[in-house]
């Protein structure tokens, strides 16, 4: 039985070495193209989970405090080593405290830079609230002290939490480093 001849249109033919180069060549810069954006992208995605986190923490302790008929103290702790916690009452608690039945730890909640790898609340400037610590009031949710919690990538880009007097709690991009276009500017 007779093999099919070739067509002119070259079925049957494989690729070249040539192609098979430039094919790659292609799919190299394209790739070192895209590793910077999609860097960028997963930074960004970190800081935001750490930015709503705190938001969304601070939204429930305030629930907390008017459900409980109690003062809810919200502590942070800033550095490579960061974290927040908080808890019922009228002490505030201290959230590098980790062994539950210790004095100090941190009951309602606790969260610490384990939970978000690569994002840092910066030691200096990083925490505004008196004492480090703020939290609300059960009767009308307002809060125990004013101030914010900035925290930052490993690019160094930047989220702000803010809590105001009445309560009032948002997430801004501080001027030049902050996640524009992701939160109004501060």
């Given amino acids: 039985m007779k093999r099919p001849a070739c067509t002119a249109a070259g079925?049957?033919?494989?690729?070249?070495?040539?192609e098979l180069v430039v094919v790659l060549a292609i799919t190299g810069i394209l790739m070192v193209m895209a590793v910077p954006v999609l860097n960028e992208q997963i930074d960004k995605r970190r800081l935001v989970a750490v930015a709503d986190a705190i938001y969304g923490d601070m939204q429930y302790a305030r629930s907390e405090a008017i459900r409980n008929n109690q003062n809810v103290q919200i502590s942070f702790?800033?550095?490579a080593s960061w974290c927040y916690g908080m808890i019922l009452g009228a002490t505030a608690c201290d959230c590098s405290v980790v062994a539950s039945s210790?004095?100090?730890?941190?009951?309602?909640k606790r969260?610490?830079?384990l939970d978000f790898q690569k994002v840092s609340i910066p030691a200096s400037a990083g925490i505004s609230f008196s004492g480090n610590k703020t939290g609300f009031d059960p009767v009308r949710g307002v809060a125990l002290g004013t101030g914010h919690v900035i925290m930052e990538s490993a690019l160094g880009k930047q989220a702000q939490v803010n809590l105001a007097l009445l309560g009032r709690i948002?997430?801004?991009?501080?001027?030049?480093?902050?996640l524009t276009g992701t939160y109004p500017a501060c």
Avoid at 102 to 108: D, K, M, N
Avoid at 170 to 178: D, I
């Fill in 11 to 18: 079925v049957g033919r494989g690729f070249t070495l040539i």
């Fill in 77 to 79: 702790s800033g550095g």
């Fill in 102 to 108: 210790s004095t100090g730890y941190c009951a309602l």
């Fill in 111 to 113: 969260v610490d830079y």
């Fill in 170 to 178: 948002s997430v801004c991009a501080p001027a030049g480093v902050g």
